[in-house]
């Protein structure tokens, strides 16, 4: 790990760094760090009567891997009609989800006091919105990835078992 990656870990750090994206017309955020790729969409395996924030499983080699569905999560429309165009491959808590996306529009460093705590109004769903910050005219969810997991851990075993 490089140095100036380690410094934005490093507890006490006054910027984030984020990987910016785009479902329909909202734009999100999630820590760089807790990403491990981006790659192109796949064919995914539907799960019949699953949860609705759970899109199916992805297997790209001997794993199998939990696609979350964050359009049903956050109720929007993908803006792409032939699907989502690339997959965020996200590694946090010994845990690899995906995420589709319709595009990833850029690396940001942000510094920690122009994102603003949401109040109880503006924190989304399951309070899994853990920011926002303005960038470019445009404001961005920052997402905890983390309160995602939690929130769908039941969920996300079921369909993997």
Do not use: W
Not at 56 to 68: M, R
Not at 78 to 83: A, N, Y
Not at 115 to 132: L, S
């Amino acid at each position: 790990m490089n140095n100036e990656k380690k410094i934005l870990l490093d507890s006490g750090t006054s910027e984030l760094e984020i990987v910016e994206f785009k479902i329909g017309d909202s734009y999100f955020g999630i820590n760089e760090a807790k990403i491990k790729e981006i790659i192109g969409y796949s064919k995914i395996v539907i799960i019949p009567s699953s949860y609705p924030g759970i899109k199916g499983i992805f297997k790209p080699s001997e794993s199998v891997i939990t696609i979350v569905d964050l359009s049903k999560y956050f109720n929007l429309q993908f803006s792409k009609d032939d699907g989502h165009s690339l997959f965020i491959i996200t590694y946090f808590n010994k845990t690899v989800i995906i995420f589709p996306v319709d595009s990833v529009i850029g690396i940001h460093r942000l510094s920690m006091d122009k994102i603003e705590k949401p109040n109880g109004t503006t924190c989304g769903v399951e309070g899994v919105v853990a920011g926002i910050a303005k960038n470019n005219n445009k404001f961005i969810n920052i997402l905890d990835i983390e309160k995602i997991l939690i929130a769908n851990s039941d969920k996300i075993e079921m369909q993997i078992s």
